[in-house]
C-alpha cells in the first residue's frame, strides 16, 4: 500500500480551525463549505452540531459522528499587570501548559501570548518536585492594557500547526479529534460520488462539547434517531517507551484504525466491520474496553429505543497534548472502511439480535 506522504486538503482545513469546546466556529465554517453543497439536507442544531443527509428515503438510517472539538483554555481573570489567568476546556495535564505559544481568540480578533510560570532557577527543590496548579500560570502578550484587548471567557488554543514526520506521520494540536471528525466526513463526500450504490440513510454529523462531557452527541443522536452509529475517535497508541501493554493494550501506530470491542458495542456491527476489513485488506487492529467508552460511542448507543453502535479509534500518541502524532494511513483505511460499512448495508437492515 502507498503510504500517506501528505495530509487531505479537508484534514489540514480541521486543523487548522481552532474550535475548542463551545466555541467550534471555525470547524463549523470549514463544513459548513465542504459538506452542505452535496447534502441532500443539511442541519445545523441548538449546540453547533452539523448533521449532513445523504438519501433521506434510505431505510435503515446510519449515523456516522466525529466531534470537532478540541482542548482550549479560558480567560477567567485579568490583573492590573495585564496578566491573563486562565481556567481548562477539557482535560489538560497541567504540566505541558507553560511555555507554549497560545491565540486568544477574541471578539476584535486573534491575540498571540505565550504561558508562563516561575522559572525553574526561581523554584525551591520542593516546587521543582510538583504540577504547577492553574493559578500558579498566566499567559502573557507583552503589554499591560490586556484588558483593552482581551475580555473574561475569550477561549484559547496553543498555536502549534501541522507538521509532517517521517513515514506518513504527522503532528499537529486538535488530532483529537479532527482525525475522527475528517473520516466521518470524508466518507460522506466519497459516498456522495456513488449515491446510486447506498440503500441506507446516511447521516454524517460533526458533534460538538466531546470534550467536556460528550454533550453534543446527545441531542444529535436524538434528532437523528439512527438505526446504527458509528462513533470515530481515536485511542492511545502504546508503541511508545514506558507504556505497559499489559496495563493498556496494544495498539501500534500505522497497522490500521482500532475496532472497540466491549458491552458499548453491539456484537453484530463489531463482526461485520471486522469481516469487511478482512475482506477488503484493509489494516485493523482490535481494542477491548470493558464499559461505556469515553467517545460518543456511549450516547449513541442509549438514544431513545437504543441504537446499534460501533466505535473506530484512530491510534493517537501522545493524546490530549499540544503535540499529537498520527499515522495518517491510519486515518485513511478508516475512511476506506467504513466507506465499505456504508455501502454494505442492505435495505431495512435493522441489526437487531
Known amino acids: 500500500m502507498k503510504e500517506k506522504t501528505n495530509t487531505p486538503d479537508l484534514l489540514s482545513k480541521l486543523l487548522e480551525a481552532r474550535s475548542p469546546s463551545g466555541f467550534e ?15 441532500d439536507d443539511y442541519q445545523k442544531d441548538v449546540l453547533g452540531n452539523r448533521i449532513a443527509i445523504l438519501n433521506p428515503k434510505g431505510d435503515p438510517t446510519l449515523m456516522l459522528a466525529g466531534h470537532m472539538d478540541e482542548l482550549g483554555l479560558l480567560v477567567k481573570y485579568i490583573d492590573d499587570n495585564g496578566f491573563i489567568y486562565f481556567k481548562t476546556i477539557g482535560g489538560h495535564d497541567n504540566i505541558l501548559i507553560s511555555g507554549r505559544r497560545v491565540t486568544i481568540l477574541t471578539q ?3 491575540v498571540s501570548g505565550v504561558t508562563g510560570k516561575r522559572a525553574v532557577h526561581l523554584l525551591s527543590s520542593q516546587d521543582r518536585k510538583k504540577v504547577p496548579e492553574l493559578h500558579e500560570m498566566w499567559i502573557d ?4 492594557e490586556a484588558h483593552s484587548l482581551v475580555s473574561i471567557g475569550d477561549p484559547i488554543i496553543y498555536d502549534q500547526g501541522l507538521q509532517l514526520l517521517q513515514n506518513g506521520r504527522a503532528v499537529a494540536r486538535g488530532f483529537d479529534n479532527k482525525a475522527g471528525c475528517y473520516v466521518v466526513c470524508e466518507v460522506f463526500k466519497r459516498i456522495a460520488k456513488k449515491k446510486s450504490s447506498l440503500k441506507a440513510k446516511l447521516v ?7 470534550e467536556i462531557g460528550i454533550r453534543g452527541a446527545t441531542p444529535a443522536s436524538f434528532t437523528v434517531n439512527p438505526h446504527i452509529g458509528i ?3 481515536v485511542t492511545h497508541a502504546t508503541d511508545h517507551p514506558d507504556c505497559d501493554n499489559k496495563k493498556f493494550g496494544k495498539i ?10 466491549g458491552p458499548n458495542i453491539h456484537p453484530v456491527i463489531f463482526k461485520k466491520l471486522v469481516d469487511l476489513a478482512k475482506k477488503h485488506k484493509i489494516p485493523h487492529q482490535l481494542e477491548a474496553d470493558s464499559g461505556p467508552t ?3 460511542a456511549r450516547i449513541i448507543q442509549m438514544t431513545r429505543q437504543g441504537v446499534a453502535t460501533g466505535l473506530i479509534s484512530i491510534p493517537l500518541r501522545y493524546m490530549h497534548t499540544p503535540s499529537e502524532v498520527v ?3 491510519d486515518i485513511e483505511n478508516a475512511v476506506k472502511l467504513l466507506e465499505v460499512f456504508t455501502l454494505s448495508l442492505k435495505n431495512k437492515e435493522y441489526i437487531h439480535w
Do not use: H, R, S
Open 25 to 39: 466556529f471555525e470547524a463549523q465554517a470549514v463544513l459548513d463549505k465542504q459538506l452542505q453543497p452535496i447534502a
Open 108 to 110: 476584535k480578533g486573534p
Open 141 to 144: 502578550i507583552g503589554t499591560k
Open 204 to 210: 454524517t454529523v460533526a458533534t460538538t462539547q466531546e
Open 231 to 233: 462513533a470515530v475517535d
Open 252 to 261: 501500534l501506530l500505522g497497522k490500521g484504525p482500532a475496532i472497540c470491542v
Open 294 to 296: 469515553p467517545t460518543d
Open 327 to 329: 499515522d495518517l494511513n
